[in-house]
């Protein structure tokens, strides 16, 4: 449809829900406890996520902003004019608004599993880029995908911001970038943003700021467990946790038990000891060898990258 905002057509690849019931009964039955971060998104966590990419602490959505913009001629002239540009996750729409601005691509896809967040957000990119065409993908971009783009548009990109590929444990992770590889195409490429490894006075207060948005944003998935499921969460008996574990490279956020309780969800029920855990997210922090080591394995080639004068936060091109 065209007209003043744009053209978007919206393409329903119908991802199938995941069982929030199935999955949390099975995290709480085992040992030690672990809820998947998927889940924190709901619509509350989703406002708490976008209030923690603004607190003064957590630093990676600012420094990736700063090398998009600082640096984002020359990405677009290295990746190349007119392409297909797939968003993976349609989230920040500052990040695409800088990309989509240098590098005015033929098409824009973005694919994202939230159909109302994917369509708000299609439109009102249209609105701020007139004439540009495209194509919304409702899909689950964690799982095998295939593209059903009508024509052949031309070479693909792909941007993936955010460090959101610290959320893969490694038995996933490589196997999510080889499904990025094929879903590219050979000459496509990969744009990438990849949380540095760094010192844990910087790490920790980013994942554990001092107004509490990020406890609030961790301790809502157990709100959400009690909305959504009938679960008996008492939020005052459980304490947001975050430390960086060294040997693992990865940030981990636990909502620790402060007494010995029982919990029951759907009808089970489920006792912790006092200091117990639920592990609810790691975020991998990656050296910039040790991302591009991976990046290899999957079959990429690592082109170029960019960082901030700190050296805090990444920006990849991977090619095909
Ligand atoms: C969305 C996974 C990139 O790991 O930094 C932020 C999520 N969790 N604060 C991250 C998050 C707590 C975020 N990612």
């Known amino acids: ?47 708490l996520f976008d209030a923690i990419t603004q607190l003064p602490e957590y630093y990676p959505t600012r420094t990736e902003i700063g090398i ?92 993936f911001p955010g460090s959101s590929i610290g959320n893969f444990d490694p038995p996933e992770v490589r196997a999510f970038l080889q499904r990025v590889a094929r879903l590219l195409g050979p000459g496509g490429a990969l744009l990438i943003g990849v949380d540095l490894i760094k010192d844990r006075t910087i790490l920790e207060p980013a994942y554990d700021d001092a107004q509490g948005v990020t406890a609030a944003f961790n301790l809502n998935l157990l709100a959400r467990l009690n909305r959504e499921l009938g679960a008996d969460f008492d939020l005052e008996r459980f304490r947001h946790h975050a430390l960086f574990n060294a040997e693992a490279s990865r940030i981990e956020m636990h909502l620790v038990s402060t007494c010995t309780q029982q919990v029951q969800v759907t009808g089970e029920v489920f006792d912790f000891t006092e200091g117990e855990g639920i592990h609810t997210e790691s975020s991998y922090k990656y050296s910039i060898q040790g991302f591009q080591r991976l990046a290899r394995s999957a079959g990429f080639v690592c082109e170029r990258v960019w960082t901030d004068e700190q050296g805090w936060f990444s920006v990849h091109c991977l090619r095909v």
């Open 1 to 47: 449809e065209y007209g003043t905002e744009g053209r978007v057509r919206f393409i329903d690849l119908q991802p199938r829900p995941d069982d929030l019931r199935a999955e949390v009964l099975q995290g709480l039955g085992q040992s030690p406890k672990r809820l998947a971060p998927k889940w924190f998104y709901d619509q509350t966590g989703s406002r």
């Open 68 to 159: 998009l913009r600082r640096d984002g001629e020359a990405i677009a002239e290295h990746l190349g004019r007119g392409k297909v540009l797939i968003e993976l996750g349609s989230g920040s729409s500052l990040k695409i608004q800088i990309l989509l601005a240098a590098l005015r691509p033929r098409l824009y896809v973005p694919i994202d599993i939230s159909r109302d967040h994917l369509i708000a957000s299609a439109q009102a990119l249209a609105r701020r880029f007139p004439g540009l065409e495209i194509q919304a993908v409702c899909a689950d971009y964690s799982k095998p995908l295939a593209l059903p783009l009508e024509t052949d548009w031309g070479e693909r990109a792909a941007f």
